[in-house]
């Protein structure tokens, strides 16, 4: 009847007057996100801009992967003869269990799917990888990197292709299609961070006696 109440309109349908400033600048940011994120993802499928290259993305994934990363600080810790070197590995191995933790944990909280241009054919992927937020392939880059360069005694340009490999890895999950650019960057970022975590954890035989026995 004209006298009854109009039904209110669902929450999701009806006009913020006064938006806050902080949740148009958020909007805006994630919006950007999402248009860059697609555009640069020209390897996100075989008929993408730049589908032929597709393949050589795939390796490039693989080299990031946390588990020939930890199949492969397993074996050469086993393999060790040196205390310095059982040290150095051990610490890494740790670092990259701590990084798997971790992510799982983000992404398990974020819950942010992944891009609606992403091919679901990656590498070995458990539940929570169907998540986006953040990039445990970043992540591990960044903590890898840093790991490297500060434990290893290597030349010049061995410093810079592993910097090199990092930003590589980084920018294939764009290009792939598996990442929004803020999962890459704050991946990176957090990865950054562990490394501090792993310093200031370290495992030596003064700290941690019963796992250098062990081994």
Not at 53 to 70: C, D, F, T, Y
Not at 105 to 134: A, C, E, Q, W
Request: with cysteine; charged share 15%.
């Amino acid at each position: 009847s004209a006298g009854a109440a109009a039904a209110p309109l669902p929450e999701e349908d009806c006009m913020k007057l006064n938006p806050s400033f902080v949740g148009i600048a958020l909007s805006s940011l994630l919006a950007i996100d999402l248009w860059a994120s697609k555009r640069l993802g020209v390897c996100a499928g075989e008929g993408s801009a730049w589908g032929s290259a597709r393949p050589l993305m795939k390796v490039i994934e693989v080299s990031g992967h946390g588990i020939p990363w930890l199949l492969g600080t397993f074996y050469g810790l086993c393999q060790s003869d040196s205390s310095a070197a059982r040290e150095v590995l051990l610490n890494l191995l740790f670092a990259l269990l701590l990084d798997l933790v971790m992510v799982a944990v983000v992404k398990g909280l974020v819950r942010r799917p992944r891009p609606m241009h992403n091919k679901m054919d990656m590498f070995i992927t458990i539940s929570v990888d169907k998540y986006s937020f953040p990039s445990g392939h970043a992540t591990r880059a960044a903590l890898v990197c840093r790991f490297v360069l500060r434990h290893l005694v290597l030349a010049v340009p061995l410093r810079v292709l592993v910097v090199l490999w990092a930003l590589i890895v980084s920018i294939s999950r764009v290009m792939l299609g598996r990442h929004n650019m803020t999962d890459v960057l704050f991946g990176l970022l957090l990865g950054y961070a562990l490394y501090g975590v792993v310093e200031h954890c370290w495992l030596s035989p003064a700290t941690a006696p019963a796992l250098f026995a062990f081994w």
